[in-house]
């Protein structure tokens, strides 16, 4: 493609030179721009090539070695884990928790669809060492549903939190 437009380009030098005397500057000028305008003309197709990243590493990895644990916000409300609840609940993050059919769900609102996605995995994980639900429920996992839908968004289990 490159070859083409040199190509192009030194023909029309050809022209230019082996142009006759007889020919103004004037003429010339508009024969190169005929040709320019025949030869090259607007583009035949527009070509998009969007930035395509890499797959993206897992962020699970990033967290690995991180320091929280639900006891720093018990500390944070002096040592009442209801008034941490009562947060979540006061905040639109969690709008109910109830049992179907033996299995814990934990109905979440628009809050905690606003959160980050460790926050979200805090915020559960607090809630399931709060009432042991992985350490002592006959069926160790938290089915989380959206308070508008009937449909799960996600489990969380022993090895973490998992949402659609």
């Given at each position: ?13 050809l022209g230019v030179v082996l142009a006759p005397d007889s020919a103004s ?98 915020v559960v994980a607090f809630m399931d060492e709060v009432f042991g639900v ?31």
């Amino acid at each position: 493609m490159r070859y083409f437009i040199v190509f192009q380009v030194f023909i029309m030098f050809l022209g230019v030179v082996l142009a006759p005397d007889s020919a103004s500057a004037g003429d010339v000028g508009r024969a190169i721009g005929n040709f320019t305008k025949y030869i090259w003309g607007p583009p035949q197709s527009d070509v998009v090539r969007p930035y395509l990243e890499d797959a993206k590493i897992p962020h699970n990895a990033r967290w690995a070695d991180d320091e929280w644990s639900p006891k720093d916000w018990v500390d944070a409300r002096g040592g009442d884990a209801v008034a941490v609840v009562n947060g979540f609940y006061s905040a639109g993050i969690i709008a109910d928790q109830y049992f179907d059919d033996d299995v814990p769900v934990l109905e979440v609102g628009q809050g905690f669809l606003d959160l980050g996605a460790q926050d979200k995995r805090r915020v559960v994980a607090f809630m399931d060492e709060v009432f042991g639900v992985t350490k002592f429920a006959e069926t160790p996992v938290i089915l989380i549903y959206f308070h508008k839908r009937d449909k799960p968004i996600g489990v969380f289990t022993a090895q973490g939190l998992q949402l659609q």
